[in-house]
């Protein structure tokens, strides 16, 4: 499961650099602080890998997992801050947003892309590495209990 885990995070923090790349040869990174993404790339990978396991855990079948994205990860991208501002959404939006861990990777990586250092940045990253901990406890506890039926 770890091993899974880390396999997730490395080919998102490959995507990333890739993303990296190319909008750095596009024009759009400000500043070398773009880099310290990279980090933040990994750490979300972590968090959505471990969530992603608590899915697999708990698919009956492999329709299941359009539930997931249909259901959480389109939403959440919409809701996030990824496309517009999440501050034009109506308060309890973002509240659940704000509670929402791809909330807190834009929080993090769009300021470093623009070169600038962004705002409160050990919040953001306990809130990342929080969800992946306990997502993937809780991943373990389900896949031992699936695996011991």
Do not use: N
Request: one cysteine or more.
């Amino acid at each position: 499961m770890a091993g899974e885990l880390l396999w997730a995070a490395a080919k998102a923090t490959l995507s990333g650099t890739a993303i990296l790349v190319v909008i750095s040869l596009l024009g759009f990174v400000a500043s070398p602080l773009a880099l310290w993404a990279l980090p933040v790339i990994f750490l979300t990978g972590l968090a959505f890998a471990a969530l992603g396991l608590i899915v697999t855990a708990l698919a009956p079948s492999y329709d299941f997992f359009m539930y997931y994205f249909t259901l959480f990860i389109t939403p959440m991208v919409l809701l996030c801050g990824v496309f517009f501002p999440p501050d034009q959404l109506p308060p309890l939006v973002q509240a659940v947003a704000a509670w929402l861990p791809l909330t807190h990777a834009v929080a993090l990586v769009r300021p470093l892309l623009f070169g600038e250092i962004p705002a409160g940045i050990v919040g953001h990253l306990a809130s990342l590495l929080a969800v992946a901990l306990v997502a993937f406890w809780i991943a373990l506890t389900l896949i031992r209990r699936r695996l011991l039926k």
